[in-house]
């Protein structure tokens, strides 16, 4: 098993949530996470005054997969959430030990 984190855009969370559906992906944990990578944010004006936003705002995707679609749940994120422009956002991949489901108590990829 095999665990991806994605940090993408908040624009791009309903394409990237479709596409993964289409694919297959049946679960997934979302959450608004705050942050920033080589862009360290960007500075805007206010009714004339200027103000800095160093922590942009970003969605996390978690999700835990069986090691078979990896590859294609990669491409499906890269596909959907690229814009080209600094800041589209990263995927971490991790190993999973394992995984028990509490209401049944199965393990492994069928807890999945």
């Known amino acids: 098993m095999t665990k991806i984190e994605a940090i993408i855009r908040p624009n ?3 394409a ?3 596409a993964l559906i289409e694919i297959g992906v049946e679960g997934m944990t979302v959450s ?3 942050g ?3 862009q360290k944010g960007h500075t805007g004006t206010y009714k004339g005054r200027e103000y ?3 922590l942009l705002q970003k969605i996390k995707l978690e999700l835990v997969l069986d090691d078979a679609v990896i590859e294609k749940v990669i491409e ?3 596909g959907s959430a690229y814009t ?3 800041g589209d956002g990263k995927i971490f991949v991790y190993k999973v030990d394992n995984a028990v489901r509490i209401r049944s ?5 069928v807890a999945l």
């Open 12 to 14: 791009k969370f309903e």
């Open 16 to 18: 990237v949530k479709t």
């Open 32 to 34: 608004e996470v705050r």
């Open 36 to 38: 920033h990578g080589r």
């Open 52 to 54: 800095e936003v160093d």
């Open 76 to 78: 499906c994120i890269l």
């Open 84 to 86: 080209g422009s600094i």
């Open 105 to 109: 108590r199965e393990r492994g990829t």
